[in-house]
């Protein structure tokens, strides 16, 4: 294989668009889709566990030994404003690449519309499948590696997703009104990178879990503190709930124990207290946000953080604000992007790296996914960005593991609209900081894809489908 050079990268792009990187834009809804009559809601979710003996996390972790919870993907199509759209929230740690669209397509299918109408999002928790392709293609070759993903298991959900959804619009049923909220959530979420020297460079990082007393005594540091929920509603009969929050979903994890972790389990909570009603968790731009501040990795903490984001979630419907919502309201808005390799990424070093059996496992199938990333570029595929445009609400649905400042910026950039971001959709390109932070290091920044250039092409993705 050929290694696609930055200097290739830029030679192709720079002819696209004066700021040199490949971005094109594309609104969804013409005005006679706008007016196509009354809007009508389909909820939908499936199982999506795997088997025991599957792979986590990309097969660097325990497999599945146990299912001490079920997976779900779980989400809504919406109805009479043109094409259907579908958002869909999954408990997998991440969808990358070519898996990201198959999903997209097999949801499309079932609700007929077209894959750039559908957003599908993982909650991120790490005891779950990690699915990518073109790395399982690359790591099945070798012979002696754990699967990424078992592929008739992944078709079985794809046929899963499908049976969902066409049942579910059978069922739809009118949406006269939306509601939005918020509520804070203490002692939760934390910035990870907020132990630095003099010049800002980040000297340790505070994980999912954290037992060093100095770390834990610093503070949160940049974090977006609370939880939306944008809710859909039949008159007074609330239909779904739609929660969106930024932090890594996991107490702990790499033993072996499928679970929805304490974001999953919250849901399933409020769940339970509303049978009637479906409730969707969205993870938001989580890159350098966790629990750890608040978290020891200890099994107690579990149940402690689960009733803290329920809380969270039952603070943020307690005084909804509510609108009526008609079709000539709602928008759909996409961005193709398409952001540079990082530059010391050769894909000769990388599969070598993959074939030499005494590399730990880790670092053989982690390669497997930047190989993937280079293949893709050089295939020119690029990753949707999309917003659901819901009056003065707004949905902002963005790629991998998207820094908190991310989700701040979108907030200022429509200032005037109450806006939700989840983060965490095609994972392709792993951890996308902010282009403030690649000299400051630190471990986002060293495993990131991406040159700091995709700050540029992100941010500007976002301006351009948010405002309206």
């Not at 909804?320 to 894909?347: M, N, Q, V």
Request: glycine share 8%; net charge neutral; aromatic share 8%.
């Amino acid at each position: 294989m050929t290694n696609f050079s930055r200097r290739d990268f830029l030679k192709e792009t720079v002819l696209t668009t004066a700021a040199g990187w490949s971005l094109s834009v594309s609104q969804a809804l013409n005005a006679a889709e706008t007016n196509a009559g009354g809007l009508h809601i389909a909820p939908f979710k499936f199982d999506v566990t795997p088997p025991l003996g599957h792979s986590c996390c990309g097969g660097w972790i325990k497999p599945i030994e146990v299912v001490d919870d079920a997976l779900e993907a779980i989400g809504v199509v919406l109805l009479g404003a043109g094409k259907p759209i579908v958002l869909c929230a999954v408990d997998w740690t991440g969808l990358l690449n070519e898996a990201h669209v198959e999903w997209r397509t097999a949801l499309a299918q079932a609700a007929g519309t077209t894959a750039d109408r559908v957003a599908v999002h993982c909650v991120h928790q790490h005891n779950a499948p990690f699915a990518c392709l073109e790395a399982e293609r690359i790591v099945g070759a070798e012979g002696d590696l754990p699967h990424i993903i078992d592929l008739d298991f992944f078709k079985r959900c794809l046929d899963a997703g499908r049976a969902a959804i066409e049942t579910a619009i059978k069922q739809a049923r009118p949406v006269t009104h939306i509601g939005w909220g918020q509520g804070k959530i203490e002692g939760v979420a934390s910035n990870r990178r907020v132990h630095r020297d003099e010049t800002g460079k980040v000297l340790a990082m505070r994980g999912s879990s954290c037992t060093d007393p100095k770390l834990i005594a610093l503070p949160d540091g940049l974090i977006d503190p609370f939880l939306k929920t944008v809710a859909f509603f039949d008159g007074d009969k609330k239909l779904a709930s739609l929660h969106y929050y930024a932090t890594h979903p996991m107490s702990y994890y790499a033993d072996g124990r499928a679970t929805s972790d304490f974001a999953g389990l919250a849901r399933k909570q409020r769940q339970q207290d509303e049978p009637d009603c479906l409730h969707v968790y969205f993870t938001g731009c989580a890159g350098n946000i966790s629990a750890g501040k608040y978290n020891d990795g200890s099994k107690p903490v579990r149940p402690i953080l689960t009733k803290r984001v329920y809380d969270g979630i039952v603070a943020s419907e307690a005084k909804l604000e509510r609108a009526e919502l008609k079709s000539d309201k709602l928008a759909w808005k996409t961005a193709e992007i398409l952001p540079p390799p990082r530059s010391s990424l050769h894909a000769e070093m990388i599969a070598q790296q993959i074939s030499t059996k005494t590399n730990a496992v880790v670092n053989r199938n982690r390669p497997s996914f930047m190989l993937s990333w280079l293949r893709r570029v050089e295939k020119r595929t690029p990753i949707v960005l999309s917003s659901l445009h819901l009056g003065g609400v707004k949905l902002l649905h963005l790629p991998a593991e998207s820094f908190i400042e991310y989700q701040l910026r979108a907030q200022s950039t429509a200032k005037d609209s109450f806006v939700c971001t989840s983060a965490y959709g095609d994972g392709a390109p792993w951890y996308i900081p902010v282009k403030e932070e690649y000299p400051n290091g630190g471990y986002e920044v060293s495993v990131a894809f991406c040159e700091p250039e995709i700050d540029d092409v992100l941010t500007e993705g976002m301006r351009r489908i948010l405002p309206g």
